[in-house]
C-alpha cells in the first residue's frame, strides 16, 4: 500500500525558515512527478510546488516568489519543501502529492494526483 508522510510542520514566526519531508513507501518517487499542496482554512487546496520523475524541471505557485525550493532524495526516496521567509498566508496544512506512474507534465490541480500524504500543519506567527 502506498504511503506518503509528511513531517517538518510546526508554529514559526515570521520571516523564520521551515523544510517539510515526505517520505515514500511502496512509492519510487524517481517514477511519478512529486508535488506540495497547501490547505489553508476556509479555502480549496492549492498547488505549491512540483518536480519531474527526472528532476530535471521544477514549478512553483507564483505566491511562492522564490522563498521556497522543492528536492529530492532519491536514496531516501523522499521529498523536501524548504520554505523561507514565511509569512503568515503561508499557514496552512500541507500536503506531499504522487502523480500516476511515469507522468511526464507537471499538473497544478489536484485531482491530477492519485496518491497524498495525511498533512503536516505550519502556522506562521506574527
Known amino acids: 500500500q502506498v504511503r506518503l508522510v509528511e513531517s517538518g510542520g510546526g508554529l514559526v514566526q515570521v520571516g523564520s525558515s521551515v523544510t517539510l519531508a515526505c517520505v515514500a513507501s511502496?512509492?519510487?518517487?524517481?517514477?511519478?512527478?512529486m508535488a506540495w499542496f497547501r490547505q489553508a482554512p476556509g479555502k480549496e487546496r492549492e498547488f505549491v510546488a512540483a518536480i519531474t520523475w527526472s528532476g530535471a524541471t521544477t514549478r512553483y505557485a507564483d505566491f511562492v516568489s522564490g522563498r521556497f525550493t522543492i528536492s529530492r532524495d532519491i536514496a531516501k526516496n523522499t521529498l523536501y519543501l524548504q520554505m523561507n521567509s514565511l509569512n503568515p498566508e503561508d499557514t496552512a496544512v500541507y500536503y506531499c502529492?504522487?502523480?500516476?506512474?511515469?507522468?511526464?507534465?507537471?499538473?497544478?490541480?489536484?485531482?491530477?494526483?492519485?496518491?497524498w500524504g495525511q498533512g503536516t500543519q505550519v502556522t506562521v506567527s506574527s
Open positions: 502529492a504522487a502523480s500516476r506512474v511515469d507522468a511526464i507534465v507537471v499538473e497544478t490541480t489536484p485531482d491530477r494526483y492519485d496518491y
Open positions: 511502496e512509492l519510487t518517487i524517481s517514477h511519478h512527478v
